[in-house]
């Protein structure tokens, strides 16, 4: 099953992943489930490998959202993405994929050629979401459709992060301050 479509309606806030900016960042969005990751031979073959255990890790990111559980490390959208939005997280931190719900990453892993993941426990991870410039590429290159690209999810990211302005969101200017 690809991403949810409705995955922020669907799930709540499980992590926070920043970027060492200090300004930057994604939600890691839960509970995960176990999904076209956990059927690929190759991807079990890899945890095994490494004595890690194939989990439900979540989703990724808010406006440029990837589907862990459904992301089995092809790379297409590593590859497709003008802007390098998406970076190998191991080629960066080479940690069980859990670990990357509320870590701190500089954006200095690969992004730009597939073939250089560490191995098929490796994710496509949205480090620079904020830098998406709304082509679709990634969407409509990702096998298992792990990759979901929504602006209408910025509300999402704003209520969660607390900085959700309802006036704004309606369209209208506060009301002129009497004299």
Known sequence: MPIDPDFPKNHEVIGKHNHS???HYHFVWGPGR??????????????????????????HGTTIAVDWDSCFADGACIEACPVQVFQWY??????PAIEMANATGEGI?????????KDFTDKSDPIREHDCIWCMACVS?????????????????EKSAGTF????????APPPHAH
Do not use: I
């Open 21 to 23: 900016d200090g300004e």
């Open 109 to 117: 892993g690969e992004n730009s050629m597939k073939d250089v993941r």
């Open 141 to 157: 290159v990702c096998p298992p459709q792990a990759v979901k690209v929504d602006q209408g999810n910025l509300e999402y990211h």
């Open 90 to 95: 191991r080629t960066e931190q080479d940690v």
């Open 34 to 59: 176990t999904a076209e990751a956990a059927e690929k031979e190759e991807v079990k073959a890899a945890y095994a490998e490494r004595g890690e255990e194939l989990v439900p890790l979540g989703v």
């Open 165 to 172: 302005n309802e006036e704004l969101a309606k369209g209208s």
